[in-house]
């Protein structure tokens, strides 16, 4: 599976764009990438505002690279993999430049991670969400405590249980996870970038210690993250949710 990062510059916005080939799902090296690319750019001191958005049109991020959570067979692969998607979501609470999301297309299960951690979400009417894990024989743990920052329980406990179907960008919208809607998607770029643009002329102080503020009830998550990483990797390997990657394996 291929995989890039992009950063660029352009008056104090600092942008980063992530792919991969396979639906922009995100392994646990591309998971790195991003989370260091994130702190290059919050220590960068020409920057002022981070956005960030995917490559391709249809799809924002497939979620968990599910090729290749079907090859981890020990426990500490499988902690190690579900760890990084807890590591960037610590890299998020603990930036100090608000992240502006750039959201195009559908959004699956850990993108929807990086959807509820960013601070502004701008999403084309087209990007429905779907939080799969329960279809697979997990469970979102991992990102369910920032999904739920966002949308709070009862949302979360329907967009859990219902692992099979999509919800609307207006669902997503209603509930909190998108701040903005827009269409036609010719307008997700410019609507951004106007946003950004104004948030990169603001104190760099201010924003610092408002994002603080935003995020002042996280402070338990290292040791939270940690422990739903343990516990979705040993699910990862019960038999019945191994029997289900093999079959998706063989279907690829």
Request: glycine share 6%; charged share 20%.
């Amino acid at each position: 599976m291929s995989e890039i990062i992009n950063i660029h510059i352009n008056q104090k916005v600092g942008c980063l764009e992530f792919g991969s080939s396979k639906a922009n799902a995100l392994t646990q090296t591309l998971l790195g990438k991003i989370s260091e690319a994130l702190l290059a750019l919050d220590q960068n001191p020409e920057v002022h505002v981070i956005l960030m958005k995917s490559y391709g049109e249809k799809i924002f991020c497939a979620g968990a690279s599910l090729m290749e959570l079907a090859q981890i067979t020990t426990l500490r692969d499988a902690i190690d993999f579900f760890q990084s998607f807890a590591d960037l979501l610590n890299r998020f609470r603990e930036l100090t430049k608000f992240i502006v999301l750039q959201v195009q297309g559908k959004v699956l299960g850990g993108g929807l991670g990086i959807v509820a951690a960013s601070d502004y979400v701008i999403a084309c009417q087209s990007a429905s969400i779907k939080l799969s894990e329960l279809s697979i024989g997990i469970g979102p743990y991992v990102i369910a405590p920032a999904i739920q920052r966002k949308i709070g329980l009862s949302a979360l406990n329907q967009l859990s249980i219902e692992a099979h179907q999509y919800k609307s960008a207006k669902w997503a919208s209603d509930k909190g996870l998108y701040h903005v809607l827009v269409e036609p998607p010719e307008l997700l770029e410019t609507k951004s970038i106007e946003l950004t643009k104004k948030l990169a002329t603001y104190s760099p102080q201010a924003t610092k210690s408002l994002r603080k503020l935003h995020w002042n009830d996280t402070q338990n998550w290292n040791s939270l993250l940690q422990s739903h990483a343990e516990m979705t990797a040993r699910l990862a390997l019960e038999e019945p949710t191994q029997k289900i990657l093999k079959s998706w394996k063989k279907s690829e």
